[in-house]
């Protein structure tokens, strides 16, 4: 029995090696940034959830609870980014196609939700709200930093182009996911669960879109039309 574990284990990885080789140097890139985001934010996440009552409530999920209306837009949000991007080719393929990236994927979804949310909306929207910035002030930084952190997605192509082109994805989507959680009486529950459903679905296929430059700023005017 042990052998057949043994031998059965050797077969597998010989298997997972050779998927791996089978990717293609762009799909490389989009691993290695995948894994690396969700070590990185893991890491906060497991640093952070040593008191999980106060981490959840923190998060939105305990306590007092978002509007419906904050669910509601939430979810189109959700709806509207995943159909959008969509329309780009890696992410129309890969959107349900199992792979290693959907798994990294799956990976980052898990942890990315809680990180960015907490310092992108609730950090620094509620560190804006006690500067007396307005609310409009607060969801065009959110999203123009969110944006930015994105924007080493196309960096990895080494294209000028494609990492704008990241930056102007995710930064509308940063400031959408603003608007939810204003909508949700600053609430983040109802970002993080879109937050998580677009990184799930979406994230692996943007990934490979911006290192494969789909995510060029002429290119998204052409899908935009």
Known sequence: ???????????????????????SRDEKKAAFILAAIAVVEGMWCLANVRHPSRFLAYMGFLGASAPVAGWVLATLVFVAFTAFAAR????????FRPSWLKILGLAVAVTACFVEEAVFRKLLMDGMQR???????????????????????GAFRGSIAAAMGAVVVTGLLGAALGVVYVASDRILAPCIVAHFFINALAEPGLVLAAVRGEMSTARLSGLSG
Not at 88 to 95: D, K
Not at 131 to 153: C, D, E, K
């Open 131 to 153: 500067g007396r910035y307005s609310v409009a002030s607060q969801i065009l930084v959110s999203g123009v930093l969110f944006g930015a952190a994105h924007g080493i997605w």
């Open 88 to 95: 780009l080719p890696s992410v129309r393929v890969n959107l």
């Open 1 to 23: 029995d042990i052998a057949l574990v043994t031998t059965s284990t050797i077969v597998l990885c010989r298997v997972d090696r050779a998927r791996v080789s089978m990717m």
